[in-house]
């Protein structure tokens, strides 16, 4: 059986898909982890990569390195995204990395982020959906798929992932209504194309994938005991809500101490629950679903099936 890796080396995390194919054709996820990384930290609005991040991305591929040889996978992709894809010194990234680990990495457009995190998401939806918004909230970059049945009507990377917003609008501790409303207008500033193509179809589900949405949903699991988590749940909205209050009345230590939050999002997850809360109001919409499902899984369906 052949066996797969994919490395999806983002602004904020690290991810690592292993997979095999098996004989009947389907794929078995074998190993599926995020490690920190903060690519962009410091960086991202200077359009490069700092030297402390650099070393981080070495020392996070090397681990995931680590892990591919105890799998003894010989089919390997990596893929970089917003934080690679406008840091003007990433050649000296990508040449040690080819030098050290031998890998030669793609950096994707958001076109193409945008295309794979559809193609991962359709993965674990029903086909008759009706009307859909995928949105995966990234550090650098946000993805916006719109789509109908599984047919993509639109999609759109936007450079406003939660570290370009950290970087952009000084955030308290906890955060005031004032920078909600400062987050919130330049959210609403950047995303007019969005607005424009939602207002012409009225999609009525939110879509939310990996990142922030598994925090929310790890978070809602622990309120939940004997929730069943599937590839695609419904993610009831007045449970979203109550947890977004929680988020934005919280400081950073009680923040670290909810049960199902993830330690590498305690910083962003604040901005990242504003953002969601904004466009959920701002489109009405009235069913959120949530997927583990996104970009690694979509490349990986590539990977297998076209072998690039």
């Not at 389907?26 to 200077?46: A, F, S």
């Not at 010194?89 to 457009?109: A, C, T, Y």
Request: charge should be negative.
């Amino acid at each position: 059986m052949s066996h797969y890796a994919i490395i999806d080396l983002g602004t904020n995390t690290c991810n690592l898909l292993i997979s095999r194919l098996l004989p009947n054709g389907k794929t078995e996820t074998l190993y599926d982890r995020k490690l920190p990384v903060k690519l962009g930290r410091g960086g991202i609005h200077k359009n490069i990569l700092l030297p402390d991040a650099i070393e981080r991305g070495i020392k996070v591929l090397q681990n995931h390195a680590i892990t591919i040889a105890t799998y003894g996978v010989s089919n390997i992709k990596v893929i970089g995204t917003s934080a690679l894809r406008g840091a003007a010194n990433r050649n000296e990234f990508l040449l040690l990395v080819k030098e050290m680990l031998g890998w030669e990495i793609e950096i994707i457009d958001g076109e193409l982020e945008a295309a794979l995190i559809f193609r991962g998401v359709t993965l674990t939806l029903p086909e008759s959906i009706g009307k859909y918004l995928i949105v995966d909230i990234g550090g650098g970059s946000t993805e916006f798929i719109l789509a109908q049945d599984n047919r993509m009507i639109w999609k759109k990377s936007f450079n406003i992932g939660i570290a370009r917003a950290l970087e952009t609008i000084q955030m308290s501790d906890p955060l005031t209504s004032d920078e909600i409303t400062k987050f919130e207008n330049w959210f609403d500033d950047h995303l007019t194309e969005l607005w424009d193509i939602c207002k012409q179809h009225h999609p009525s589900i939110l879509v939310g994938c990996s990142g922030a949405f598994d925090t929310f949903m790890d978070i809602y699991e622990q309120e939940e005991p004997d929730l069943k988590i599937r590839n695609i749940s419904e993610f009831p909205l007045v449970n979203y809500r109550k947890i977004h209050e929680q988020l934005i009345k919280s400081d950073h230590e009680t923040r670290a101490k909810m049960r199902g939050m993830d330690k590498m999002r305690v910083e962003m997850i604040v901005i990242a629950s504003v953002f969601t809360n904004f466009i959920l109001q701002r489109l009405q919409i009235n069913k959120l679903l949530h997927t583990h499902n996104s970009l690694k899984e979509g490349a990986m369906d590539r990977f297998i099936t076209n072998g690039i």
